[in-house]
């Protein structure tokens, strides 16, 4: 069992930034996934990164979010910038343990990530 926390969840303006962390025990030999969900739509996978280090990106936050991982704290930050009132939503962070596809195009689908955090909410509005 991994134990997943998120926190950063915040109101913000259009135009602003925020910083989401999650931290996972262990986190350095799992896939580490962002998925987001906003009201009346399905989750929806945002971000993710290998423990080699590869990190792909939804075309939604393409350009605007930045993943990075900090092996040393089992944490994983996901900076995000230029938000939209369609970030708005619920954050969430997961675990997986299978390798990264080298695929810029593919983000892996929630159903292969096995341990899940509670989501922090985000709420982007003027």
């Known amino acids: 069992q991994v134990h997943v926390v998120e926190s950063g969840g915040a109101s913000v303006q259009p135009g602003g930034s925020l910083t989401l962390s999650c931290t996972a025990e262990?986190?350095?030999?799992?896939?580490i996934g962002w998925f987001r969900q906003s009201p009346g739509k399905e989750r929806e996978g945002i971000s993710c990164t290998a423990h080699t280090g590869l990190t792909i990106y939804g075309d939604s936050v393409k350009g605007r979010f930045a993943i990075s991982r900090d092996n040393a704290n089992n944490t994983v930050v996901l900076q995000m910038n230029r938000l939209k009132p369609e970030d708005t939503g619920v954050y969430y962070c997961?675990?997986?343990?299978?390798?990264?596809?080298?695929?810029?195009?593919?983000?892996?689908?929630?159903?292969?990530?096995?341990?899940w955090g509670q989501g922090t909410r985000v709420t982007v509005s003027s």
């Open positions: 262990r986190s350095t030999y799992y896939t």
């Open positions: 997961a675990a997986g343990a299978f390798d990264l596809r080298p695929d810029p195009t593919f983000l892996p689908p929630a159903r292969q990530y096995q341990f």
